[in-house]
């Protein structure tokens, strides 16, 4: 007689659990549900997101920042949060693009799941379209020599690309020569790799955009200051300049701190010891050579006055990434002691100089020895706007280094992606089977960017695609062809001088479909519900060890001695006792 075998119960009681084609579905519109919150934000005429997270306001329309500050929740759709971060660390633009293609391609391939193809074969495929796309893109591209005047066109030409959708895109004629020159003279010292660190932006809120300038060194905002400040020295020309990681002030004795004497005169002695020993530090700065002292931690009023005296300048309290490019810049190297210094050791710059820059105050090297450093100094009238002309002039300036090493580029506009479409809609006539419609919803997903500018322009999509579609495919030399913003049809958007980098477009093609594959991989989704408990993290990680967690076995053994003395002296609560409520009780 058979009898029902009991259920066996391996995930936590409330644990959710979906699997098959529902859920394969349910992840597909997730991500679905993400792509159309960036869509609008997608070229020049795209729109502004303004996300407030409970402290502070963004208005943005740069892919990467929207869907980092989105906080999504849905474990699957986060895989589109990944590849905008990727494209945002690796290329610096076309963090929308790459969200709205992997949505794209999903939506293509949602009837597939839906009829039942294995997803096996539909990742193969989409695989396959990936190649020949980035392969298509790299036949395309059209090198180019960065040390021609030619060449330098052609790097302003990209970065203008790169802002045309930002909200400094009236003010490419000021930044995108300031951008290429930073970038340039990294490319000389090649030091391209450390372009975030060696290239800083530094905001001022207040004044016009048009205010904002390059330095070409380093650049930061004065520092907290004392007594004796406004007597130094600001202006130099050709000094030496000493960085230091040591703190010049009297220190104050530790609170448990115990000196025992027998004389009074002893504690005077120990005074004057004190006093010797920041003195001798200020002697061996002064010593040295140097005419400017900057240190990491804080320079107190005994030594800005000591320095001011002897026609020094110094700043305490520099920040780490603004000390290290004052390294960089002028040759010199960072002292964690005052003992031995020497000449050697010693940095050194053209001019110095503490100018004035709407309401703060700048410290600025300049004519350094190292071109490597730059300084991108930010106005403008809200702090709103200038936070958003930050990320704009990063995005830039990863371009520009992009396009430095790949030494290639083609046209922007949606040219490459109609291009790449064409292609391989034909490729997929000659394969037999399930992959040649596959490849062929690979190829329809990538006119999503044509089709997204005309919307955000307020154009007829399906007019300017349909003449897309027709130039490409009847013209030889229609391959360039893309949408023109500014009169609503199409243009050769090459001649226009709309240039993207050539890794730009491989990177986004290579990652989404790649994203695109990670959700089609995965059969079951299971989600672990939150403990009600607030102590189970704890008490679980103790378990995983097989032992209890050492705070807690410390604080039983204390309850437990304390209660047997007749009240608790730890921080819980010995048995049988309690808080009394009213005057000293809780």
Not at 248 to 258: I, P, R, V
């Amino acid at each position: 007689m058979n009898q029902p075998r009991p259920g066996i119960i391996i995930l936590r009681e409330g644990t959710d659990t979906s699997q098959g084609k529902a859920q394969l579905i349910s992840n597909i519109n997730a991500c679905q549900a993400v792509a159309d919150v960036v869509r609008t934000t997608l070229g020049p005429r795209g729109m502004d997101k303004l996300i407030f997270d409970g402290r502070k306001v963004t208005i943005s329309n740069d892919g990467a920042t929207i869907m980092r500050l989105l906080d999504i929740a849905h474990p699957a759709a986060k895989t589109l949060v990944d590849i905008s971060m990727s494209q945002d660390a690796e290329v610096g633009d076309g963090t929308t693009s790459v969200v709205l293609l992997a949505g794209s391609m999903l939506k293509m391939i949602k009837p597939f799941v839906e009829e039942g193809v294995h997803p096996q074969i539909i990742m193969r495929n989409i695989r396959s379209a990936s190649k020949l796309a980035v392969e298509r893109v790299k036949s395309l591209s059209v090198p180019y020599d960065t040390t021609t005047p030619e060449g330098e066109q052609m790097l302003i030409k990209c970065a203008s690309t790169a802002l045309n959708s930002k909200l400094i895109a009236g003010h490419q004629d000021l930044f995108s020569p300031m951008i290429v020159e930073a970038v340039k003279a990294l490319d000389k010292a090649g030091g391209l790799d450390e372009l975030n660190s060696l290239v800083a932006i530094k905001r001022i809120p207040g004044g016009d955009v048009r205010q904002s300038f390059l330095v070409k060194g380093v650049a930061f905002k004065k520092t907290f200051s004392y007594a004796g400040f406004e007597q130094m020295t600001k202006k130099f020309s050709s000094p030496k300049i000493l960085l230091l990681n040591v703190e010049l002030e009297l220190k104050s004795e530790k609170e448990n701190a115990e000196v025992r004497i027998t004389d009074p005169e002893q504690y005077q002695s120990i005074v004057d010891a004190e006093w010797q020993v920041i003195y001798d530090k200020l002697d061996a700065c002064v010593s040295c050579g140097a005419n400017i002292v900057l240190s990491k931690l804080p320079i107190g009023d005994l030594a800005t006055q000591y320095f001011a005296d002897r026609g020094l300048f110094c700043a305490g309290r520099v920040e780490d990434g603004d000390l290290k490019r004052v390294s960089k810049a002028t040759n010199g190297t960072i002292q964690t002691t005052t003992n031995g210094l020497f000449e050697g050791v010693l940095g050194t710059c053209g001019k110095f100089e503490e100018k004035q820059v709407g309401d703060e105050r700048f410290n600025v090297f300049e004519e350094c020895p190292s071109i490597l450093t730059s300084t991108i100094v930010l106005r403008g009238g809200s702090e709103q706007f200038i936070a958003e002309s930050e990320r704009s002039i990063h995005d830039a300036l990863m371009v520009v280094k992009r396009c430095m090493k790949s030494r290639a580029v083609v046209a922007g506009g949606g040219a490459v992606e109609m291009e790449v479409s064409r292609y391989l809609r034909e490729h997929a006539l000659t394969i037999e089977g399930k992959g040649q419609l596959i490849i062929s919803a690979f190829a329809k997903s990538l006119e999503v960017v044509p089709q997204q500018l005309c919307d955000n322009a307020g154009f007829d999509a399906t007019d300017i695609l349909s003449a897309l579609r027709k130039k490409h495919s009847q013209d030889s030399d229609g391959k360039w062809y893309g949408v023109d913003i500014a009169k609503g049809d199409i243009c050769d958007t090459f001649d226009a001088g709309v240039w993207e980098p050539c890794d730009n477009k491989c990177n986004s093609l290579a990652a989404a479909a790649e994203a695109a594959c990670v959700i089609l991989s995965i059969d079951e989704t299971v989600v672990n519900p939150k403990s009600q408990d607030p102590g189970a993290t704890a008490a679980m990680a103790g378990a995983g060890t097989g032992q209890k967690p050492l705070s807690n076995m410390m604080g039983n053994a204390m309850d437990t001695a304390n209660a047997q003395q007749g009240g608790s002296r730890s921080g819980n609560l010995g048995n049988g006792v309690s808080y009394m409520k009213g005057r000293g009780g809780g």
